[in-house]
């Protein structure tokens, strides 16, 4: 006999992994939907790191004892489980980080300032964090290189036939988040990475909203950049990641410097430490990395298509009951081309008001620009509340949500 | 959560005083609240460093708006040094609620209009800790 096996979460068990989620707040169970801002974390993370301060916490390569051994094996193991995770050819290819943002910093300071002229073109979207925009203006300020913009469509679709007019012998970089952390827009990389291609750009994934939710494989999708943080898929704050093509990393000059990051150093010239060292200067951050590792373990072991098939559903379900909220504006794609991530306003309430009621029902949303002002501008909204869904969320926790609204609508009637 | 969104504030947010500009003000002032985009522009009308007239238009969260408002009632009538000398434990008194670290900010973007606005009449910048 043969069986289809729909992926399916054991969210009971999961949710026993995650100690912060079994409290009440303000007289209500906990109901956490703001992972997109930061997810929570598995015991098994929280373990890992104390067990490393506890038991073998050293600097990395430094020492040749026993503790120092340890803790950079650890490290580097967990550079390993993150390179598989994401499909890199080497661990070599992963930089850790601070967090997303000083990913994109770095490739925009490290490969925009020798890579980019005046004249060349950087092509981003209307619907990109700040942390892949600006960063992208203050080079081109520097260098004299020229922003474009991929528009988006009402529904928060990028225009992609507006893709060959914008694309050109000078666009030198495509930087593009994968995964919209306001409309929850799943964008095509793939085929907007065939034609940045086809005039010889290279490909910058914002990762920070899809390397937690859906498999990401960077080799498949044929990009040259990725970044994301550790602390939007279960592990910790103060680690990130940005992976890069081998080559091109080797051929870019370093980000910071100083410590870990040299080969030689004379009073007048120094020489650089080969991949990833290059990119790190200074002590790392090697608890996190280790935690990193761990969460990459953990989502793994629980699989990420079943994770993503499951927030599929709630988002289903969760578009379905706050539709029937009256008053309330949804903004966003249909959730086929979607990820778990609602953004909403209901009638003329300030979202921080929302916000606000809905904290009083145990519930946390985020509410504000969620640090995307231009696409703000463009559904002429100053703030949205958003709700968003991770492995951990329950349907109970969306209606939780919905009879928070009907409470807020009572109040600001 | 009854504590929180009292009536007053309610009634604050929903019909601010002093709503609207002045034709002639002394000094204009608008501030950003770069957390959740509100936004708040306020006219004072001076007079022998006296404040005889306040307008303010915005759109923000209940609580910038009530604050907002309420601090236009407060502040009519009084001096120029009075309204200087203005500070968060005020504005939080007139709220009459308990403000938490993150949306201090929302509370104080009126009071930040006034004073910036009123420090600008002798060229002076208002230094961010006198609202923390
Ligand atoms: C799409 C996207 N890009 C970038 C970031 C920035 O991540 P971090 O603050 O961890 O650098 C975020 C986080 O909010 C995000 O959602």
Known sequence: ?413 | MDDFYQQNILDHSKHPRNSGRLGQPTVSREELNPLCGDKLHVDLLIEDEVVTDVRFTGRGCAISQAAASMLTEEIKGKSVAEVRAIGKDAVLELLGIPVGYTRLKCALLGLKAIKAGVYGLTDEELDDDELS
């Open chain 1, 1 to 413: 006999m043969t069986q289809t096996i729909a992926p399916q979460l054991d969210i009971e068990r999961i949710r026993a992994d995650f100690p912060i989620l079994q409290q009440q707040v303000n007289g209500y169970p906990l109901a956490y939907l703001d992972s997109t801002a930061s997810s929570q974390k598995p015991a098994v993370v929280i373990e890992a790191m104390d067990r490393y301060y506890r038991r073998y916490n050293a600097n990395v390569h430094r020492g040749v004892y026993q503790l120092s051994e340890q803790a950079t094996e650890a490290m580097e193991q967990a550079r390993s489980k993150v390179a598989r995770f994401i499909g890199a050819k080497s661990a070599r290819e992963i930089i850790f980080t601070r967090n997303t943002t000083e990913s994109i910093n770095l490739v925009a300071n490290a490969w925009g300032r020798s890579n980019l002229k005046h004249g060349d073109r950087i092509l981003v979207t209307e619907m990109e964090h700040h942390s892949n925009l600006v960063p992208w203006q203050i080079i081109a300020d520097a260098t004299g290189a020229e922003l474009d913009f991929m528009p988006i469509d009402g529904s928060g679709r990028l225009a992609l036939d507006e893709l060959p007019r914008l694309l050109s012998e000078q666009t030198k970089l495509v930087a593009v988040t994968q995964m919209s952390n306001v409309l929850g827009t799943i964008n095509p990389v793939k085929a907007i990475t065939v034609e940045a291609k086809k005039v010889g750009a290279l490909v910058l994934v914002d990762g920070a909203q899809s390397v937690p939710h859906f498999a990401v494989d960077v080799r498949d999708l044929d990009i040259d950049f990725l970044a994301f943080s550790g602390h939007k898929m279960c592990g910790p704050t103060g680690i990130g990641v940005l992976w890069g093509r081998k080559e091109i990393l080797q051929a870019m000059p370093p980000f910071l410097a100083g410590g870990s990051m040299i080969r030689q150093v004379g009073l007048r010239r120094s020489t650089w430490n080969d991949l990833p060292h290059k990119f790190e200067a200074g002590t790392p951050a090697i608890a996190e990395a280790i935690g990193l590792g761990c969460a990459v373990d953990y989502l793994s072991a629980v699989g990420m298509d079943a994770i993503h098939a499951a927030e599929q559903q709630l988002t289903t379900y969760a578009l379905e009951q706050l539709a029937g909220i009256d008053g309330l504006t949804l903004y966003g794609p249909p959730v086929a081309e979607r990820g778990g991530v609602i953004s909403f306003n209901l009638d003329d309430v300030h979202p921080h008001d929302v916000a606000a009621v809905l904290d009083r029902h145990g519930v946390a949303v985020r509410a504000g620009h969620h640090c995307c002002q231009p696409l703000m501008e463009i559904f002429n909204a100053p703030a949205t509340a958003r709700a968003s869904f991770y492995l951990y969320t329950t349907q109970a926790e969306i209606d939780q949500l919905v009879s928070g609204l009907e409470k807020c609508k009572e109040i600001f009637r």
